[in-house]
């Protein structure tokens, strides 16, 4: 089979055979640059020394071009369920969720909590038929975590539309390989440290309309969220920003610092770039799994592979350098930028 390489190699050198990153994703050399050099300055001239707007501001706008929407749509925080409890307490009394069976708990338990909140489940290949009248919302994510299915993003977003629902869409673990247009949805949120390769504590949330018409308030509204941050300090907020910036929460200064530089290459790469690679190589390992008579999970697309039985293999893995995962008694395989066709070659090898 055709040897697939990394794609900027000079960029990562990982000490062991890295095939986790739907837990986390590798952190590229100019990124963790930026944060030794953020480090230094802080502790030369104190955090009041450092830019605390300009990495999150480069940040956002390049996470707006992956998404291809304006950056005026989006909104940075430090994680996901920050940005599903602000939808979860916009929604009014008595309004129903639907969310797959199964779905990761950051999606899913600002609405279980948040009182008044019907929240209704289905299987994820049944998402579309089970949205129906009276349903506010549609909550799941693009891929999933535990086994790297991708949602019938087209399906739902069109039932959803039908019965006047809106949409939300976790695209944590699909960001950065899989193409996606964030303008699709009413709102997408990201956590931002697994496949778009950046320090923990970055999160987006993307607003589909204008704060008019996005059914949001800005129920955590700090100092950051004012029209003018620094008229912002003291007393009730006058003015909100008049963009998505209203929701953002004060961001951890570093997280953003080497987002900015991670966000930057795969802008530089492009996603459909990445996406072509981490497919091949998944498709690579699907096709070593055939021929050794095992049976991955159904994904089709997905640049993660989840394997039934092979969940004790993961400790004898560990210890020859080879990072998995497993997930509901899986072994999880996730596909990278950074990895190539000799790290499926050492898995499949290993699993003889």
């Known amino acids: 089979m055709q040897r697939i390489e990394p794609l900027a190699g000079d960029q990562f050198a990982p000490l062991t055979t890295y095939l986790n990153t739907a837990s986390s994703g590798l952190l590229p050399a100019r990124s963790a640059a930026a944060l030794r050099a953020a480090v230094e300055e802080s502790g030369s001239y104190g955090t009041m020394g450092l830019d605390y707007f300009g990495p999150a501001a480069a940040s956002r706008a390049a996470f707006a071009r992956l998404m291809r929407v304006p950056p005026e749509r989006v909104a940075i925080g430090g994680a996901v369920a920050v940005h599903v409890a602000l939808i979860a307490g916009s929604l009014p009394e008595g309004a129903e969720v639907l969310v797959p069976e199964g779905e990761f708990s950051s999606l899913v338990n600002p609405f279980a909590v948040r009182p008044g909140i019907k929240l209704r489940t289905a299987p994820l290949a049944d ?12 909550a799941f994510a693009a891929v999933q975590a535990r086994d790297g299915r991708i949602a019938d993003l087209d399906a739902v977003r069109a039932a959803a539309r039908a019965q006047c629902a809106r949409t939300l869409v976790d695209a944590t673990q699909a960001a950065g390989w899989l193409p996606l ?10 956590g931002a440290y697994k496949w778009l390769l950046c320090p923990r504590g970055t999160s987006f949330l993307v607003c589909g309309g204008e704060p008019e018409s996005d059914g949001l308030d800005a129920l955590h509204a700090g100092w950051v969220a004012g029209a003018d941050p620094m008229e912002a300090n003291y007393g009730p907020v006058q003015r909100l920003a008049a963009d998505a910036r209203r929701y953002d929460e004060p961001h951890a200064h570093y997280s953003y610092v080497g987002a900015e530089h991670s966000l930057a290459l795969l802008n530089e790469l492009g996603v459909e770039t990445v996406y072509a690679h981490d497919l091949a190589l998944a498709d690579r390992y699907r096709a070593g ?3 050794r008579g095992h049976t991955p999970v159904p994904a089709p697309g997905s640049a993660i592979v989840s394997v039934p039985g092979l969940g004790d293999a ?4 560990e210890a020859a350098g080879v990072r998995v995962a497993v997930r509901a008694g899986h072994l999880r395989a996730a596909f990278h930028l950074y990895n ?8 499949l090898g290993l699993l003889d």
């Open 127 to 138: 998402l579309a038929d089970a949205v129906r009248p009276g349903t506010a919302l549609v």
């Open 314 to 317: 993961a400790e004898r893995l």
């Open 181 to 190: 247009r964030a303008g699709d949805f009413d709102y997408l949120v990201c």
């Open 289 to 291: 799994l055939a021929e």
């Open 340 to 347: 190539s066709s000799d790290d499926v070659d050492r898995l």
